[in-house]
């Protein structure tokens, strides 16, 4: 850039310099009630949580400030109770159980939604209500449809002349109803999210697995699926990221109970903290809860860039 | 080429009628008498419908209903006013460390909210913010901020450099540049992040019931759980609450339905 190309640039180098010091102050000032905000409310709490996870932390601690550094004790008295893999167990199977019908309704869904018909745009952004709705709205519309005697799940089911289902009490069937439920809440997330990925797959290659007389089956399984791939993957790491760390239904629905049948590592990080007071094992349960999320949270950071770099 | 393809159409409206059933039920209980739903046998539209759960909600929730607003509408307010100055220095101006504050941002994401609770339980007691409007909005604006920030910077990227630096010849500064240029050809992200912080913060329940005792006030999430709680639950009071608590996500989707759609897609895909 020469000096007279551009007169109302400024043109000395000390100019320059000091433009660019402008620049850069003017960039920090703009980031700093940001940067703050990170600090105040995600390092401090954060750093907060790790040591509060090696003390012996209770009520008395609030009023005292004392709270005698036990090292793992609260790790281990976490890992050894038997509440530990009951929890775990019931995070994986509510995990998985969600995930795969959520995902697998929700792919149904675009798939059908994708063909155009009258209304379909209408209809499509209908079913997103359930997944705007608050989650306690959702949870507490659903343990009164589980209701036992009154619920009307079990109307229908008496109607079909079925016995009626134990749903909330029984401690066998109390985590498929916190796991229906969050499907139901799950589905118009996948449904929008792989509808959008399958508006991007053109046409023309459609129309040309149909001239080579490729069925419907033929053209999803080698169309659709492969060229949907990249979007599969972001929508099953997010599901994973947000269904791990799901409170609200779980808490609605059934609080964790019957006899823990329904505990999960979040709900058992909450009532460690909250209901026993032991916060030092309540922090314990909830950095196991960050590593467990974190993983799945790089992955999908893996996947996600991996798609930029393809549509790229 | 649009075609009538009237049995996709009537297969669409049944999808969305089973799929829309629960809320269907919700409001149909809302309507009948607390009586009439311990019968056996439900009954199916609310004929000799009442407004008794309505009146029940509004006299004890109305001002739980009215809490909940307050706490959303500041966390719109906290969110946007710390996200847009922030997107705009990430999208727009060189600074070192941007790409490592994006990645921070795309992680806290990750971290449990329940982590979050605990942790600021014990801050917050200790600043006297439990039980308070001002520490509740803070709370819920750690999860909208992120959010709004990469939001906000995925459209201020898209904005031409010639513009802003147009402004920034003709002798603007910087917070003029911003707020003549920026935030106005940003209306509509700023929309789509203003209605996720809101509705977050409206359906917000694990930082409500952590960090609020009930004593000074209680949000609308925290009042439908302690209802369903209670043994003798009265759910055509707790129906018409849960249909009270909907409104504004319904409201919003009929209204800023494409803002909607837009936001739950750049949230997921776009980086």
Do not use: C
């Not at chain 1, 609605?252 to 209901?275: D, K």
């Amino acid at each position: 850039m020469t000096v007279a190309a551009a007169p109302r640039v400024s043109a000395t180098p000390r100019a320059n310099r000091k433009s660019r010091r402008d620049n850069r102050f003017a960039a920090w000032a703009f980031l700093l009630p940001a940067l703050a905000y990170v600090v105040v409310f995600f390092g401090y709490p954060l750093a907060a949580n790790l040591v509060m996870s090696t003390q012996n932390y209770t009520v008395k601690s609030f009023y005292t400030g004392e709270a005698p550094f036990v090292g793992i004790e609260n790790y281990s008295a976490v890992l050894s109770n038997p509440l530990f893999s009951t929890a775990a167990l019931n995070t994986a199977l509510f995990t998985v159980g969600s995930i795969v019908f959520q995902f697998g309704i929700g792919l149904a869904l675009a798939v059908f939604f994708n063909g155009r018909f009258l209304g379909s745009a209408l209809l499509r952004s209908l079913l997103l209500l359930p997944w705007l709705l608050p989650l306690v709205v959702s949870g507490a519309v659903w343990r009164w449809m589980f209701d036992q005697d009154h619920g009307v799940l079990n109307a229908g089911l008496r109607f079909l002349g079925f016995d009626a289902v134990p749903w909330l009490s029984s401690t066998s069937w109390a985590l498929s109803a916190v796991i229906i439920t969050n499907i139901w809440i799950g589905i118009p997330f996948n449904l929008v999210i792989l509808h959008g990925g399958l508006r991007a797959i053109p046409a023309s290659l459609y129309e040309a697995a149909a001239l080579d007389g490729a069925g419907a089956w033929q053209r999803f399984r080698h169309v659709t699926w492969p060229l949907l791939r990249p979007v599969t993957g972001i929508v099953l790491m997010l599901g994973l990221v947000y269904t791990i760390k799901v409170f609200d239904v779980i808490m609605v629905v059934t609080g964790g109970g019957p006899a823990g049948s329904t505990q999960t590592l979040t709900t058992w990080s909450y009532r460690l903290s909250f209901q026993d007071f032991a916060f030092g094992q309540g922090a314990a349960v909830g950095n196991v809860l960050i590593v467990v999320a974190t993983v799945f949270g790089l992955l999908y950071l893996r996947s996600a860039k991996a798609t930029l770099a393809e549509a790229a | 080429m649009k075609t009538a393809n009237w049995p996709r159409t009537v297969a669409g409206v049944l999808i969305v009628a089973v799929l829309l059933f629960p809320l269907y039920w919700m409001v149909n209980a809302s309507l009948q008498p607390s009586g009439a739903l311990l019968r056996p046998d439900p009954a199916f539209f609310p004929v000799g419908g009442t407004l008794d759960g309505y009146r029940k909600a509004v006299s004890t929730q109305g001002p739980n209903l009215l809490s909940s607003v307050v706490v959303a509408l500041g966390t719109v307010l906290v969110s946007l006013l710390v996200a847009a100055p922030a997107s705009y220095a990430l999208a727009q101006l060189k600074v070192r460390g941007g790409p490592a504050l994006v990645f921070v941002l795309l992680i806290v994401q990750m971290i449990p909210g329940i982590v979050m609770a605990n942790a600021l339980y014990t801050v917050f007691s200790n600043l006297g913010l439990i039980d308070n409007y001002l520490g509740l909005v803070l709370a819920d604006s750690t999860a909208t901020i992120p959010f709004a920030i990469l939001l906000l910077r995925a459209f201020m990227i898209s904005v031409p450099k010639e513009l802003t630096e147009a402004s920034r010849v003709d002798g603007a500064g910087y917070w003029r540049t911003f707020g003549s240029i920026i935030l106005p050809v940003s209306r509509n992200a700023l929309v789509t992040a203003g209605l996720f912080s809101f509705l977050f913060a409206w359906a917000d329940f694990l930082f409500a019931v952590t960090l609020t005792t009930g004593q000074s006030f209680e949000p609308i999430t925290v009042g439908i759980y302690r209802f369903v709680g209670n043994q003798s639950a009265d759910w055509n009071g707790i129906m018409a609450t849960a249909v009270l608590a909907a409104v504004p996500a319904a409201v919003l989707l009929v209204v800023a339905q494409r803002y909607v759609v837009a936001g739950l897609t750049s949230g997921a895909v776009k980086d």
